[in-house]
């Protein structure tokens, strides 16, 4: 375009190609957007399990502060709940900023936010007063402007990626302050005795770290500066580093680009709104972490442990007349203490670690059920009891083949063998006139000459050691069906809405569920009905002739090809296709 020779028609050309180009980068791939958008799902799946978490360990401590059995551990447990309540509002409030510059990238895009739990709208679950640590559940399918990424840059890096100014300025802040609340107010909770030394941290603002080697020995340095308990130093650290961010960064050759610039330049709707999840993440996941290690600090109660439990371990399947190992169980146990457990009435001898283990024999029927208890004394002495129950489905051996591609075995084509051994763990085969190999959890059965053989299924107990033949099936050998001839799309008989199609194919149709058989067509001839001529070639690539004739020919005409093809359990076959034109 820059020639001064040019002809304006050239010059015309080459705006278009720079026209073209220009919206080619400008285009966003679909498929890379629907990515996005399952990538954003699975971040929600996580953002809630990380909530969860730290819910349930919050719900621990709740309980510890209201057991009345342990006034002094309540109490210091109840100290330790409104610590974990001022990790809730710090975290709530960086949750719901979070979800605000969400709502506003779409809002600002022209979305519909104020949808709410209906099948096509964007917000699924809306922002709950009463349940403010958990984000808004969104479903980014529904999004219309997937691909805006103007909106985006605006709201949160402004207009300079070296030099944000927009809501990312807010968030990188709330983020880093985050980071300092958290660990310190962890470290300044932790319980000490009247007149000792009170613990803290002071933490640093680490944002530049040549790696993760360098940013830990910054985070060692700090803590070793100040006053952190021996047991919340590793854990502190751990969330420290979670919420570290180097803070510039050289994109394409930019340097000095802030990290709000390199995540969120350029980047679609589904994508940012994506990224900002991922932060949600890391900050439920900083708080679960948290609250955990100071759950960590107090005991559950009279029992040091936080719940009693009786379980019960063993078979969930046997068959009639196996021996059977069942392990019945405290969840958590003292080793100077260990539990009683009875079976049917009567004491089981052997216990240990915390377990009692229980010696039987499957009964007949199709279930079993084992009962019993179990009791174990706190710190006073006081047994506690509680029953537990076992099922146990019995079943009768029996052997079953399955064949998922077909019902006979096909020479020259690696037949997927499926068998299983109902009531056993472990299932072996053989075969009379075919080969089995192993191949995951299946076999690859290999036909021989003859026109059937048998497949043998065996059973094997891993406790018992015994092996069982639970059947022998007979099955039909059969050559490869004859694939069909497609040109292009168009198989034999179709009526063919286009002639561009340059190749041929051999291949089996719907009807034929043989997928990993392959086939490829070596010789071809070409006859157009009223035309007189025919073409020839080798390969599946129709000559230029061909394709000349089949172009030129009447509507209504009939071109038939009879190829030669070979593949999968064949060589030299021939197949023919008439398609209409």
């Known amino acids: 375009m820059a020639g001064g020779k040019e002809t304006p028609r050239q010059k015309m050309v080459g705006m278009m190609y720079l026209v073209l180009t220009a919206l080619l980068a400008l285009n966003v791939s679909k498929s890379i957007l629907d990515a996005f958008v399952a990538i954003e799902e699975n971040i929600q799946v996580s953002n809630e399990n990380e909530y969860t978490r730290g819910e349930e360990k919050k719900s621990q401590l709740a309980e510890v502060a209201q057991d009345k059995t342990a006034k002094d551990v309540a109490v210091k447990a ?245 021996e059977l190992n069942v392990e019945v169980l405290m969840a958590a146990f003292d080793s100077d203490k260990q539990p009683e457990v009875t079976y049917n009435g009567a004491k089981v001898s052997e216990v240990a670690d915390g377990k009692g283990l229980i010696k039987t024999k499957a009964s007949s029927g199709s279930e079993m059920v084992m009962k019993g208890t179990i009791t174990i004394k706190n710190k006073s002495g006081i047994g506690k009891t509680l029953p537990w129950e076992k099922k146990i489905t019995i079943m009768k051996p029996q052997g079953t083949v399955a064949l998922p591609d077909m019902r006979v075995l096909y020479r020259g084509y690696d037949n997927v063998v499926e068998a299983v051994a109902s009531g056993y763990d472990q299932t072996d085969v053989s075969g009379s006139g075919v080969t089995l190999k192993k191949s995951g959890p299946t076999w690859i059965g290999t036909p021989g000459g003859g026109k059937t053989c048998k497949i043998t299924v065996s059973g094997k107990s891993s406790i018992t050691k015994k092996s069982v033949n639970l059947g022998t099936f007979e099955f039909q050998i059969q050559p490869m069906p004859k694939a069909e001839i497609f040109w292009g799309t168009y198989a034999d008989g179709d009526q063919a809405s286009s002639r561009t199609a340059k190749m041929l194919y051999a291949k089996y149709g719907p009807g034929i569920p043989l997928t990993k058989a392959k086939f490829q067509v070596q010789k071809w001839i070409l006859s157009v009905s009223g035309s007189g001529k025919t073409f020839s070639g080798t390969g599946n690539t129709l000559s230029a002739d061909a394709l000349k004739i089949l172009g030129a020919a009447p509507k209504g005409s009939i071109a038939t090809f009879s190829c030669v093809y070979s593949g999968t359990g064949t060589g030299g076959k021939p197949s023919t296709a008439a398609i209409k034109l």
């Open 78 to 322: 109840a100290k330790l709940l409104k610590t974990v309540e001022e990790i809730d509002v710090m975290t709530a409030k960086r949750v719901k900023f979070i979800d605000d510059i969400k709502l506003e990238i779409l809002e600002t895009c022209g979305e519909d936010i104020k949808a709410v739990g209906t099948k096509e709208s964007i917000i699924q679950k809306a922002y709950d007063t009463k349940d403010p640590l958990r984000p808004i559940r969104m479903h980014l399918a529904h999004v219309q402007s997937m691909d805006k990424y103007d909106e985006p840059m605006h709201i949160i890096i402004g207009e300079d990626i070296t030099k944000p100014s927009g809501k990312g300025v807010e968030l990188w802040k709330s983020y880093n302050d985050y980071r300092k609340e958290l660990t310190e107010l962890i470290a300044s909770s932790f319980p000490v005795d009247a007149g000792a030394k009170k613990f803290f941290f002071k933490a640093p603002e680490i944002n530049d770290y040549k790696d993760m080697l360098d940013l830990s020995a910054q985070v060692d340095k700090a803590i070793k500066s100040s006053n952190v308990n021996m047991d919340d130093q590793e854990a502190i650290k751990k969330i420290y580093i979670a919420l570290t961010k180097n803070e510039r960064h050289e994109v394409h050759e930019v340097k000095n680009v802030h990290w709000i610039g390199k995540t969120f330049d350029h980047t679609p709707v589904v994508a940012a709104i994506a990224s900002l999840s991922a932060l949600q993440k890391e900050i439920l996941t900083a708080r679960a972490d948290a609250v955990a290690l100071i759950r960590s600090r107090v005991g559950g109660g009279e029992y040091s442990f936080n719940k009693i439990m009786a379980l019960a371990y063993g078979p969930e399947v046997a068959n009639a007349g196996d």
